[in-house]
C-alpha cells in the first residue's frame, strides 16, 4: 500500500506528510517509510515476523559479552543521504550510535551501523529485496540481513572492499535450520531453526 505525497495542502512538504501519516489514529500499528518521495505503508506485522525479530535480538545481547553493541528493533528511522527515511526491523550498532540523535530518522552518516535487518512479509517482500537492498548499500551498510520468511532462506549481503556502494550476491544463502555466521563484530552463529 502507497500513497503519495500530498499536494496543494498545508501538508505539501513530504517529511510533514510522512509525520502526519506516522502519527494518524486511524493507522495506528501501520509503519509508514519513504522510499524515492513517496510514502509506503506496511501493515502491522504479524507474530511470527515479531518473534523473528525478537529472537535476532535475544542473540545479540547473548553474544556481546563486553556490551560493545546495541541493538534497534522496529521503531527507529534511519534519514540516508538519498533522501530516504526507512524502518528497518532491525539495526545493530556500537552502543554509543545515535547518541545525540532526537528526531524520529536520524541521519546513517558517521554512524557506527554493522548491520540492518528486514524480515520479509508479502506485501513488504520486493521492496526488501531491491529498493531497500540498494538504499542500505547507497548509505554505506556493511551487512545487510534478509530473512525470508515466504522462502524459508537468509540472505547475508556485506559491501565490497573496493569502497563501491552496491551489494553483489549474498555472502551467505543460508537456508532455515542451518546455522548462520555473522561477521565482526558480531561473531557469532544464529541458528536459524528458531526462525522457522
Given at each position: ?14 517529511w510533514?506528510?510522512l509525520a ?8 495506528a500499528g ?5 522510499l ?20 535476532l535480538?535475544t ?10 553493541l546495541?541493538?534497534w ?7 540516508t ?6 524502518r ?6 556500537d552502543k ?6 532526537r528526531?524520529e ?6 554512524e557506527?551501523i ?8 508479502p ?8 529498493r531497500?537492498?540498494q538504499?542500505?548499500a ?23 572492499d573496493d569502497?563501491s556502494?552496491?551489494?553483489g550476491?549474498?555472502?551467505a544463502?543460508v ?20 526462525f522457522?
Open positions: 500500500m502507497s500513497a503519495p505525497p500530498v499536494d496543494d495542502s498545508p501538508l505539501d512538504d513530504v510533514a506528510a502526519h501519516v506516522e502519527h494518524d489514529p486511524a493507522l501501520f509503519r509508514a517509510e519513504l524515492d518521495g513517496v510514502i509506503f505503508l506496511s501493515p502491522p506485522p504479524v507474530p511470527d515476523h515479531e518473534r523473528i525479530i525478537g529472537d535480538a542473540e545479540v545481547v547473548l553474544h556481546d559479552s563486553k556490551r560493545e546495541r541493538f528493533a522496529g521503531g527507529s528511522g534511519l534519514l543521504e538519498s533522501g530516504s527515511g526507512v528497518p526491523d532491525l539495526i545493530v550498532t554509543d550510535a545515535f547518541s545525540g540523535a528526531g530518522y536520524n541521519p546513517v552518516a558517521g557506527p554493522h548491520l540492518v535487518v528486514e524480515v520479509t512479509s506485501s513488504t517482500r520486493d521492496q526488501d529485496y531491491h531497500k537492498r538504499i542500505y547507497e548509505a554505506g551498510i556493511p551487512y545487510y540481513l534478509i530473512i525470508d520468511r515466504q522462502q524459508r532462506v537468509c540472505l547475508l549481503h556485506r559491501l565490497p569502497g556502494r552496491a551489494y550476491e549474498p555472502v544463502r537456508p532455515f535450520g542451518q546455522a548462520l555466521s555473522l561477521p565482526e563484530p558480531l561473531s557469532f552463529e544464529v541458528d536459524t531453526a528458531q522457522g
